[in-house]
């Protein structure tokens, strides 16, 4: 009788589709957070894209807005700059600018730009003299020659002095009557006249300053007029 070694029993293996379900079961989870990782990022990405994108639409409605105003505000102050250029360049034409021809006993006076019709001329107040209103565009010197040559009695027969006088000179601008004031300089001298003693006698004009105040050509006065002589 034989002796017979019953065989090894043979472990059983595991069905293919037993491991790849495991393989699967392994991999999964970690590909699904892969994705989901991935897909956050991308999402994070997209919304930094969106957002600097609006901020660069911000910044350029900013800029195209402050481009407009300062076109604007040139303009306007090129606007403004040339008004302005144009009021006085109305203002300058307006102006009389009166100059003198003669000389002895009287000035006729004229302005090249304007027909000057008639002129009202006031004195200082301490000379006490009545203003010459609405007269021709003349100074004569008979108007105030006995004033100051009464501030020149006892000294030297020539002197040379200057007296301001506001005149106002009237003119027309086409269908426009216009006026314009100012102080100027009377220059004046003396002379003497044999046994008729001395004469006044009228140099020139001079513009002073543009103003219509009777307190500042007074002022002008009190402070230039000639010292009496003794």
Not at 90 to 101: I, N
Not at 187 to 196: A, D, I, N
């Amino acid at each position: 009788m034989n002796d017979q070694i019953p065989p090894e029993p043979i472990a059983p293996t595991a069905p293919p589709a037993a491991v790849e379900t495991a393989t699967l079961e392994s991999v999964v989870p970690e590909t699904v957070a892969q994705v989901a990782v991935d897909r956050a990022e991308a999402a994070a990405t997209r919304r930094r894209w969106v957002s600097l994108a609006e901020l660069v639409g911000v910044a350029g409605l900013i800029i195209a807005a402050l481009g407009l105003w300062m076109t604007w505000s040139d303009r306007r102050a090129d606007a403004t700059a040339k008004h302005a250029e144009q009021a006085s360049e109305a203002k300058v034409r307006t102006l009389v600018m009166l100059k003198a021809s003669g000389s002895g006993n009287q000035l006729t006076l004229s302005d090249a730009a304007h027909d000057v019709q008639s002129i009202d001329v006031y004195f200082p107040k301490a000379l006490g003299l009545t203003a010459q209103k609405d007269v021709d565009p003349k100074i004569d010197a008979s108007w105030f020659s006995a004033p100051l040559l009464g501030l020149a009695d006892g000294g030297q027969d020539a002197r040379e002095g200057r007296l301001p006088l506001l005149i106002v000179a009237q003119y027309w601008d086409g269908d426009v009557q216009r006026h314009d004031s100012a102080i100027y300089d009377v220059t004046w001298k003396t002379e003497s006249r044999f046994l008729r003693g001395r004469v006044l006698k009228l140099v020139g004009l001079k513009l002073r300053e543009r103003t219509a105040s009777t307190a500042r050509l007074d002022a002008i006065w009190a402070a230039e007029k000639p010292k009496p002589t003794t």
